[in-house]
């Protein structure tokens, strides 16, 4: 009799089931099944794609394939069980390997938040401070980079040990509510509040520094055509002083606009074989000062770098947007499940909608590859040749496989 109740009241710790629930499970287990297919494969891919692929081998990249480690993390190992419990509505594997998903869980997201961090820095200090960028973002920088993101987030949440449990609401393991505070509280502060609130402010700036680049640069091609077109009035005429004087009016108007223009050439003059940007993997040397420019000439045929000054300048802006766009599909996963648990302290709001937000933290997991398909060529180009490669066996013909074998026997 005795075993009987303490096998109950375990079923009862383990278990979230509620007549509520009941339905809504189905529809978790096909999402958890579809968030574990679609984000194994693609940050699988995303790696494949930076190993592979020689244009995408950049510094920069490196935190985006960092970032796809933290999500494999959880798609691979976590959704699985996640999966399991909703199916089953309790939890299956015991204790200890419940303290082990609460700490693995809160490890990925802690990684993927400083990550987003780094990615945000590194974005601001290449269009503002390129010189420190290059120190920070070495080869070896970056090294220690990634270590500390991990060790970091390992550090923050080991402390939290003894107080992770299951929690009926969520179905699944997280630290206990109040026996991890104030700790918890202070971890989870920093990391979704101050860390997130870093990101965003990070992108305001760059977003302020390459809108006045921009005006900038606008008011120097403007500058430059006014002259033009002054110089080519006066071609006409004979009086040689008017022409000097024309001339000499439009070096003077470049000189008073080329150095905003040369700040735009250094700050976001980017190689334009890069699609990321920068060429982040040649760091052999220092790039060349703004000393060495040869200012261009008022003739007509001299605009060709600000051209290309302009295409990698848009390129830049690309990806930056990408970049914002990956913290935004962030932030919208997990705003919801966190405000619903600041308002809701005493648990009164219904099961299913604790399960719903829950379920939404699922999606920043699988997201991003597909946030790099559409919004990155290069990526784009990348996966579709890792997808040929992987379906040219499927798609080759079966008489063709038999004739070869044949002819090597």
Same mark, same amino acid.
């Given at each position: 009799?005795?075993?009987?109740? @303490?096998?109950?009241?375990?079923?009862?710790?383990?278990?979230?089931? &509620?007549? =509520?629930? @009941?339905?809504?499970?189905?529809?978790?287990?096909?999402? /958890?099944?579809?968030?574990?297919?679609?984000?194994?494969? /693609?940050?699988?891919?995303?790696?494949?794609?930076?190993?592979?692929?020689?244009?995408?081998?950049?510094?920069?990249?490196?935190?985006?394939?960092?970032?796809?480690?933290?999500?494999?993390?959880?798609?691979?190992?976590?959704?699985?069980?996640?999966?399991?419990?909703?199916?089953?509505?309790?939890?299956?594997? %015991?204790?200890?390997?419940?303290?082990?998903?609460?700490?693995?869980?809160?490890? #990925?997201?802690?990684?993927?938040?400083?990550?987003?961090?780094?990615?945000?820095? #590194?974005?601001?200090?290449?269009?503002?401070?390129?010189?420190? *960028?290059?120190?920070?973002?070495?080869?070896? %920088?970056?090294?220690?980079?990634?270590? =500390?993101?991990?060790?970091?987030?390992?550090?923050?949440?080991?402390?939290?040990?003894?107080?992770?449990?299951?929690?009926? !609401?969520?179905?699944?393991?997280?630290?206990?509510?109040?026996?991890?505070?104030?700790? #918890?509280?202070?971890?989870?502060?920093?990391?979704?509040?101050?860390?997130?609130?870093?990101? %965003?402010?990070?992108?305001?700036?760059?977003?302020?520094?390459?809108?006045?680049?921009? !005006?900038?640069?606008?008011?120097?091609?403007?500058?430059?055509?006014?002259?033009?077109?002054?110089?080519?009035?006066?071609?006409?005429?004979?009086?040689? %002083?008017?022409?000097?004087?024309?001339?000499?009016?439009?070096?003077?108007?470049?000189?008073?606009?080329?150095?905003?223009?040369?700040?735009?050439?250094?700050?976001?003059?980017?190689?334009?074989?890069?699609?990321?940007?920068?060429?982040?993997?040649? &760091?052999?040397?220092?790039? $060349?000062?703004?000393?060495?420019? @040869?200012?261009? &000439?008022?003739?007509?045929?001299?605009?060709?770098?600000?051209?290309?000054?302009? /295409?990698?300048?848009?390129?830049?802006?690309?990806?930056?947007?990408?970049?914002?766009?990956?913290?935004?599909?962030?932030?919208?996963?997990?705003?919801? *499940?966190?405000?619903?648990?600041?308002?809701?302290?005493?648990?009164?709001?219904?099961?299913?909608?604790?399960?719903?937000?829950?379920?939404?933290?699922?999606?920043?997991?699988?997201?991003? $590859?597909?946030?790099?398909?559409?919004?990155?060529?290069?990526?784009? !180009?990348?996966?579709?040749?890792?997808?040929?490669?992987?379906?040219?066996?499927?798609?080759?013909?079966?008489?063709?496989?038999?004739?070869?074998?044949?002819?090597? &026997?």
């Amino acid at each position: 009799m005795w075993m009987n109740q @303490t096998n109950q009241t375990d079923d009862d710790l383990f278990s979230c089931y &509620s007549p =509520s629930v @009941t339905a809504y499970r189905y529809f978790a287990v096909l999402w /958890g099944c579809a968030v574990t297919l679609t984000g194994t494969v /693609g940050n699988v891919m995303t790696i494949l794609a930076f190993t592979l692929d020689p244009r995408l081998r950049s510094r920069f990249n490196v935190l985006i394939v960092n970032l796809a480690v933290a999500d494999l993390l959880y798609c691979t190992i976590l959704q699985p069980i996640s999966v399991d419990s909703y199916l089953h509505l309790r939890w299956r594997s %015991g204790q200890v390997w419940c303290r082990v998903f609460g700490l693995l869980l809160f490890l #990925s997201n802690s990684v993927s938040i400083i990550t987003l961090c780094l990615v945000a820095v #590194s974005r601001y200090l290449l269009v503002a401070k390129r010189a420190l *960028f290059e120190r920070v973002f070495s080869n070896r %920088g970056l090294i220690l980079l990634l270590i =500390s993101t991990w060790a970091l987030g390992l550090a923050s949440f080991v402390p939290l040990w003894p107080v992770y449990v299951f929690v009926p !609401q969520v179905c699944t393991c997280s630290f206990h509510r109040t026996r991890g505070r104030p700790y #918890s509280t202070i971890m989870l502060f920093l990391y979704f509040f101050v860390g997130l609130g870093c990101v %965003g402010f990070f992108y305001m700036l760059i977003y302020r520094r390459v809108k006045v680049a921009s !005006q900038a640069l606008l008011r120097y091609r403007l500058s430059r055509r006014s002259s033009r077109r002054a110089a080519s009035s006066a071609q006409g005429t004979n009086d040689s %002083g008017v022409e000097s004087g024309i001339k000499t009016c439009s070096s003077e108007m470049s000189s008073q606009v080329e150095q905003p223009q040369r700040e735009i050439i250094y700050e976001n003059d980017l190689p334009p074989s890069q699609s990321l940007a920068t060429d982040l993997n040649s &760091s052999k040397g220092p790039k $060349p000062t703004p000393d060495v420019v @040869t200012v261009p &000439s008022p003739v007509p045929a001299a605009p060709a770098r600000p051209t290309a000054t302009s /295409g990698d300048d848009n390129e830049f802006k690309r990806v930056t947007h990408m970049c914002f766009t990956v913290f935004l599909c962030f932030v919208c996963c997990f705003v919801p *499940f966190l405000l619903l648990n600041i308002a809701d302290k005493h648990s009164r709001a219904p099961q299913i909608l604790h399960m719903f937000c829950a379920n939404l933290t699922w999606l920043n997991s699988c997201i991003n $590859p597909v946030l790099y398909a559409v919004m990155n060529r290069q990526f784009r !180009q990348a996966y579709h040749v890792l997808l040929t490669r992987a379906a040219a066996p499927l798609t080759k013909p079966w008489w063709t496989s038999t004739w070869w074998h044949c002819q090597k &026997s």
